[in-house]
């Protein structure tokens, strides 16, 4: 079955930068979109960034100019680089990947969630 394993994260400084990086794993045939969430305590969890397959980004507002997103479709691999950091930022965050066809154990067509990791910014 597919798994996303997330790595990166941790504990930064404001102003400083994380990357935070995701893989997807399992007989994938394709992947529409990429992207991460963020949960912060007694919170939804938000859009931070999502990147189709052709490259097509979106970000919300807040991270806009400091955080990029990037993908590489051969490895179904999702970065996030995250610099200017503030301390709002501080969430866990989620890597996403929705429209996910995989062809074990059957064909399947749906969306996947990482782990999740903590991302923690102290001013």
């Known amino acids: 079955q597919v798994q996303l394993v997330e790595s990166g994260g941790g504990l930064a400084q404001a102003g400083g930068s994380l990357r935070l990086s995701c893989a997807a794993s399992?007989?994938?045939?394709?992947?529409?979109?990429m992207g991460w969430y963020r949960q912060a305590p007694g919170k939804q969890r938000e859009l931070v960034a999502r990147i189709t397959s052709g490259g097509s980004t979106n970000y919300r507002d807040s991270v806009k100019g400091r955080f990029t997103i990037s993908r590489d479709n051969a490895k179904n691999t999702v970065a996030l680089q995250m610099d200017s950091l503030k301390p709002e930022d501080s969430a866990v965050y989620y890597c996403?990947?929705?429209?996910?066809?995989?062809?074990?154990?059957?064909?399947?067509?749906?969306?996947?969630w990482g782990q999740g990791t903590q991302v923690t910014v102290s001013s």
């Open positions: 399992g007989r994938i045939s394709s992947i529409n979109g």
């Open positions: 996403n990947a929705d429209g996910v066809a995989a062809l074990s154990p059957s064909f399947s067509f749906r969306d996947y």
